[in-house]
């Protein structure tokens, strides 16, 4: 694995283009522009089936009662569901049998009950009458393995969703490739 800090990417790329003290390209589009190559070399590496930093859920697997399981933040994509006797679990497709054992990713959405936040103080307000912090229930976002027919998933494997440079250029980062 090579290891790289953005600021010498950066550095390299301006001395080979000729515009080391020019402000033609800016810090910002620099980072977005290394951002997006990281991206799109992280891409080819899971098309081309490399398996490299997956992460494994193997317990803790418990599905609700419509059959969700809602996965981690960092989840990128799948690179193997398996079930109690290790065989793998196949993604549905349109012409998956309605019997079959198979699972799909979602987006769902969840209520969350949160504090409220006061925007000029960045603290939670509070109510005057109780003394407690006021909240508010929001719709939130999160991505979901759904298990069709009660598969007995056992384990998932997933890539995580790759590092990037802060585009506000807050400090450096090392990308490993």
């Given at each position: 694995m090579l290891h790289y800090k953005a600021s010498d990417i950066i550095a390299r790329a301006m001395t080979l283009a000729n515009i080391q003290n020019s402000s033609f390209v800016s810090a910002t589009e620099n980072r977005q522009l290394i951002n997006d190559a990281f991206w799109a070399l992280y891409r080819i590496r899971i098309d081309e089936g490399e398996v490299f930093d997956l992460i494994t859920l193997d317990h803790d697997i418990v599905f609700n009662s419509k059959g969700e399981f809602i996965l981690p933040d960092d989840f990128y994509q799948v690179y193997a569901v398996r079930d109690n006797y290790g065989n793998g679990v196949l993604r549905k497709?349109?012409?998956?049998?309605?019997?079959?054992?198979?699972?799909?990713?979602?987006?769902?959405?969840?209520?969350?009950?949160?504090?409220?936040?006061?925007?000029?103080?960045?603290?939670?307000?509070?109510?005057?009458?109780?003394?407690?912090?006021?909240?508010?229930?929001?719709?939130?976002?999160?991505?979901?393995?759904?298990?069709?027919?009660?598969?007995l998933i056992k384990e998932i494997e997933y890539y995580p969703k790759p590092q990037t440079l802060d585009i506000e250029g807050t400090g450096d980062v090392e990308l490993d490739l």
């Open positions: 497709n349109k012409n998956t049998i309605k019997n079959g054992k198979c699972y799909d990713i979602r987006k769902r959405y969840f209520d969350e009950e949160r504090e409220v936040i006061d925007p000029e103080t960045g603290e939670p307000e509070i109510d005057p009458e109780t003394g407690e912090p006021v909240t508010e229930v929001v719709s939130v976002p999160k991505t979901c393995l759904i298990n069709f027919n009660n598969a």
